[in-house]
């Protein structure tokens, strides 16, 4: 059985500080990865996601994340906080024959202050 | 190329009284899942299916819920019975075969009154 957590619900930033939200998984066997994004009132959107490959991974809108094996974390960052990215974000973890079944953390809501 | 489309956007139900959640995948994409999302929760699981057939149904609860995707048309979440705790938005989302990425609709928001 897989599970995600998303450490903190809510995380308010300022515009042009660092964004950090992060995200531990487990799963008994290799896992796929995600970071999507919600905006009030819409679907989801994929910002980046780990497959197997380079463990750094970059997404849209300057987002990216690292797969750390041994923390079984996938933290997502982004240098520069823009009024734009404050949304819901969530994490998800996929077994590898599972493909697109996906098990979603209880997000995190980014503000962003001026 | 539409994304995935999901109708209604909204939809108010009685208690009792059943509500059906369509959902039309991307074009070309074989393969559908549903996801429902309570307030202040994320997304869990429902329901994977592709063309005609149910591959995965382990997150639907077991009495009134039921999802088809047929040959021709869009895929049916039907909720028999409505009842309050059923209140959510359900999302869908689609894929082509062998690709690991889903493409999420906005979502239908059930309200039960």
């Known amino acids: 059985a897989q599970s995600v957590t998303q450490l903190g619900s809510h995380v308010s930033v300022s515009e042009g500080a660092l964004v950090l939200l992060r995200c531990n998984y487990s799963?008994?066997?290799?896992?796929?990865l995600f970071w999507y994004v919600q905006y009030p009132n819409q679907g989801l959107q994929l910002l980046l996601k780990?497959?197997?490959?380079?463990?750094l991974v970059k997404g849209i809108n300057g987002f990216e994340a690292e797969f750390k094996k041994s923390e079984t974390s996938f933290h997502l960052t982004k240098p520069s906080a823009h009024m734009s990215d404050a949304a819901e974000y969530f994490c998800a973890v996929s077994e590898r024959s599972q493909g697109n079944m996906l098990t979603f953390g209880g997000g995190t809501r980014l503000m962003v202050k001026p | 190329n539409a994304g995935v489309m999901q109708n209604p956007r909204h939809l108010v139900r009685r208690r009792g009284q059943e509500a059906r959640l369509r959902c039309s995948p991307m074009?070309?994409?074989?393969?559908v899942y549903w996801y429902r999302q309570l307030p202040e929760e994320g997304l869990k699981f429902m329901v994977y299916?592709?063309?005609?057939?149910?591959?995965?149904e382990s997150g639907m609860p077991k009495e009134r819920f039921s999802a088809e995707f047929p040959k021709e048309g869009p895929s049916i979440l039907r909720i028999q019975q409505v009842v309050r705790g059923d209140s959510a938005a359900y999302f869908c989302?689609?894929?082509?075969?062998?690709?690991?990425?889903?493409?999420f609709g906005q979502g239908t928001r059930l309200t039960v009154v």
């Open positions: 074009k070309g994409h074989s393969h």
């Open positions: 799963s008994s066997v290799p896992p796929y």
């Open positions: 299916l592709q063309k005609e057939n149910i591959i995965d």
């Open positions: 989302a689609s894929s082509p075969r062998g690709v690991t990425e889903a493409f």
């Open positions: 780990y497959t197997s490959a380079a463990t």
